[in-house]
């Protein structure tokens, strides 16, 4: 009998892949698993099957912990907390609070915000402004032409990519140290955005790249040396043979088996000016608020730096990531002691993520 593809399955998945996938997913990620278990008296018992369903899923709770090997991230799946009791909070009806907010500066941003010293970029779908209180030297805002954060479409966010990334060229223009560019995307309050109107952010730093892009280029470089192998392209294809891609032309794109929280989404592409990653990107951001209906969200680009540097960079592609940040109606946080020092605790089934992005992606 074929085992179902669900996380908490993970470790039979593994074994029956194909014998060089299974030796790369092996390489790769260390899964194991645990059954956590309680005995929760009869007065409870009503409530947990109305919390739970039946009180066998609380009794006996299956998790699999899965650390990926070269990196040292790891993540813990139970999927009994997707239905966990949260206090939810006051409700809000998300589509009139961000109406209620247009008109504001973003709206008109050449009275609205400050340019930066080398002017703005303007594009199809969006216009740079510098940001007020800076991350770093180098600092702007993408400005969407859109007031409302989730009517994107693969288009406007080709749109917004290629605006960002002329923003790096032009603040390297203005400082040639400055050659290491990075690009965000925090939409929405629980996703750390503090300005409601549509917007992604641009930074340009100098030295050397941010530590956490750093630290994934040399992890890449020394899997390559110890296995000579790209450690992109392997963590794409264990992804791909266990049924976690999403297909879309000219990048890697899968639901992350070591997800930093729910959701994760990771884009591998060439080169971050290729219209096909930004498109790609777009669709998933598109899926993830129509078909999964995500509100708030973290978009990053890993990108080499613009001008050459001491250290090599020649096999570092563009990877970007997308994570849900959960509903902006819940108080509770999404990111604990755990999350921040420990290991993420992730409620979402990647192989459902894949499967209903990619079922969206082909109807
Ligand atoms: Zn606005």
């Not at 260390?30 to 007065?43: E, F, H, N, Q, Y």
């Not at 790096?168 to 690009?183: S, V």
């Not at 965000?184 to 629980?190: A, D, E, Q, S």
């Not at 002691?337 to 209903?356: Q, W």
Request: with cysteine; net charge negative.
């Amino acid at each position: 009998m074929a085992t179902e593809r669900e996380i908490t399955n993970l470790p039979g998945l593994i074994s029956a892949l194909p014998t060089e996938d299974h030796a790369l997913a092996e390489r790769i990620f260390d899964v194991s698993t645990t059954t956590g278990r309680l005995d929760p008296p009869k007065a409870m018992h009503a409530w947990i099957e109305k919390s739970f369903g039946s009180v066998d899923r609380v009794t006996a709770q299956r998790i699999v912990k899965v650390t990926n090997r070269i990196t040292l991230e790891g993540t813990l799946f139970n999927e009994l907390r997707a239905s966990r009791p949260l206090d939810t909070g006051v409700s809000l009806d998300l589509d009139r609070e961000i109406s209620a907010t247009e008109g504001d500066p973003f709206c008109h941003p050449h009275d609205g915000t400050p340019a930066d010293v080398f002017g703005r970029v303007e594009g199809e779908h969006a216009t740079t402004a510098s940001n007020i209180a800076k991350y770093d030297g180098f600092h702007g805002v993408v400005v969407f032409d859109d007031h409302n954060p989730l009517h994107l479409t693969p288009d406007k966010v080709a749109g917004y990519v290629a605006v960002g990334l002329e923003w790096g060229q032009k603040a390297i223009e203005a400082d040639l140290e400055a050659r290491y560019p990075f690009l965000m995307w925090n939409c929405l309050w629980r996703a750390g955005g503090s300005i409601i109107h549509g917007h992604a952010q641009v930074t340009a730093t100098r030295g050397t790249h941010y530590p956490k892009v750093e630290r994934l280029r040399r992890t890449a470089a020394a899997y390559k040396r110890e296995y000579g192998s790209d450690y992109f392209e392997d963590l794409a294809r264990v992804h791909t043979s266990l049924g976690l891609d999403v297909p879309l032309e000219g990048v890697h794109a899968f639901a992350s088996l070591s997800p930093i929280k729910e959701k994760e989404l990771v884009v591998v592409g060439a080169d971050p000016a290729d219209p096909s990653l930004s498109r790609a990107v777009g669709a998933l951001l598109q899926g993830y608020v129509q078909d999964l209906s995500v509100r708030a969200f973290n978009v990053a680009f890993f990108m080499p730096p613009l001008r050459l540097t001491e250290e090599d960079w020649s096999d570092f592609p563009t990877v970007v990531f997308i994570v849900d940040r959960g509903d902006p109606a819940n108080r509770t946080s999404d990111m604990g002691a755990m999350e921040l020092y420990a290991a993420s605790v992730v409620a979402s089934d990647p192989f459902r993520v894949a499967e209903a992005l990619r079922e969206d992606l082909s109807a």
